[in-house]
């Protein structure tokens, strides 16, 4: 089985749309990355659940509310979480006990296939949600769930904010 | 199956194989051919069932039987799935591989499309010549509705109440993911589940055929899309588990 390499760049780039978390009814956002950076810039580095302190500062930057706790921005990011090609960090970012941010914080893939793979994109399609019910067709083919790859991550953050 | 302005009505509805099966024309069809069609699924269902201990494909697998104690009309259909089989995972170069799955010989990726497509054969034989059979999203078609090909919507990964894309088919699509049942999925080279693409797409003549592939391009990504890009008539459409969209350039891509 030959394996492939994504861009790291345009893959979290390109993450940009609304994620279903099939275990809540919670509809997750997904910002892009570059969006991401500038709204909630905790040190990824520490351990989110000892960082109120840190959290402050990262609410502040989004210039939203700073003092109420039950509105203070916090984020975690994930365990590795395995998936077919590689691992995968997620972190979140909640208020309260709201989510209002879920990025991919790291994405390593194993062995390079990227100039095939890049042959194959439909970059266009990457920006496209098509909503039912105002579309003509005759039939729907698909799969409903999240990647659980990405829903374990999701869910193994908001462990580590106290959150689950 | 949500409805859409415009669309050609569901002429009937089967409970059968864990799913629904829809038959649509824009026609009106005749009921020796719905009949036979609805005796096909179930057929495959008795036959195929993994979930039933005691069904032909079940006793089989346990190797409490062989080919030749079965009944005579199960085993023919049975060996006419594992040929198919064998056909799918040389398409696949092994991403789909029934003979890996734990508890023994498993063609449950290729049965439902190959049950459809024969629903929709025994249709298209009775003389209904615009006929969709869609068995959970597995779908076969011949002709078209009113108004032009037969349009599928492919649903969106991340939201179930909408369609990452609209395709037109003239001969089958499936799709295949990790989700609607989690864990159905086996990569054959690790034996353990597979995680590597949100949403697996494929369009070409044989649904059964289309079916396995799709469940290969789950398993096996970018390099199953490449093989099916060298398979003339066959087409794929891949969102990658990082929200990636890949697709042969046959794909037919259709405006919403």
Redesign the interface.
């Known amino acids: 089985?030959?394996?492939?390499q994504?861009v790291l760049g345009g893959?979290v780039a390109?993450?940009?749309?609304?994620?279903?978390f099939?275990t809540h009814s919670t509809k997750l956002v997904i910002p892009s990355a570059r969006a991401s950076a500038t709204t909630s810039t905790s040190p990824t580095t520490s351990a989110a659940p000892a960082s109120k302190s840190s959290a402050a500062s990262s609410s502040s930057t989004k210039s939203t509310t700073t003092t109420a706790p039950a509105s203070t921005t916090r984020s975690a990011t994930s365990a590795d979480e395995q998936?077919?090609?590689g691992d995968?960090e997620v972190k979140v970012t909640v208020t309260g006990s709201k989510i209002t941010g879920v990025t991919?914080a790291a994405?390593n893939e194993t062995d390079g296939?990227s100039a095939?793979?890049d042959n194959?994109?439909?970059?266009q399609?990457?920006q496209?949600?098509?909503?039912?019910?105002?579309?003509?067709?005759?039939?729907?083919?698909?799969?409903?769930?999240?990647?659980?790859?990405?829903v374990d991550a999701v869910a193994n953050a908001l462990q580590k904010l106290g959150i689950s | 199956m949500s409805a859409a302005t415009g669309t050609t009505p569901i002429t009937h509805l089967e409970a059968v194989m864990g799913t629904v099966v829809g038959f649509t024309s824009p026609d009106p069809l005749p009921a020796d051919g719905i009949a036979e069609a609805v005796r096909r699924l179930h057929e495959a269902d008795r036959v195929f069932t993994t979930w039933d201990p005691t069904s032909p494909m079940s006793r089989l697998r346990a190797g409490q039987v062989t080919l030749d104690q079965l009944d005579a009309a199960d085993a023919a259909l049975i060996a006419t799935v594992l040929d198919r089989c064998e056909v799918a995972r040389g398409m696949t170069g092994g991403s789909f591989d029934p003979w890996s799955m734990p508890g023994g010989v498993d063609p449950t990726g290729l049965v439902k499309g190959w049950a459809a497509s024969r629903a929709r054969h025994a249709l298209t034989d009775a003389g209904a010549a615009n006929v969709m059979v869609n068995a959970g999203g597995d779908i076969a078609v011949s002709g078209r509705p009113a108004g032009g090909p037969w349009r599928v919507g492919i649903r969106h990964p991340a939201q179930p109440d909408a369609y990452a894309a609209v395709i037109e088919v003239t001969g089958a699509v499936a799709t295949s993911g990790d989700y609607e049942r989690p864990g159905q999925l086996i990569d054959p080279a690790t034996g353990r589940t597979a995680r590597v693409a949100a949403s697996a797409t494929v369009t070409g003549p044989d649904l059964d055929l289309v079916d396995a592939l799709a469940t290969g391009l789950a398993v096996g990504g970018a390099p199953v899309l490449a093989a099916i890009d060298r398979l003339a008539g066959y087409d794929g459409y891949l969102i990658t588990d990082d929200g990636r969209h890949l697709a042969t350039p046959g794909m037919r891509f259709v405006a919403p």
């Open positions: 089985m030959q394996r492939y994504l893959t390109g993450i940009a749309g609304v994620l279903a099939p998936f077919r090609y995968v991919i994405l296939r095939e793979i194959y994109a439909v970059p399609l990457e496209q949600v098509i909503s039912a019910g105002s579309v003509n067709i005759n039939g729907v083919s698909g799969a409903t769930f999240t990647s659980q790859a990405f």
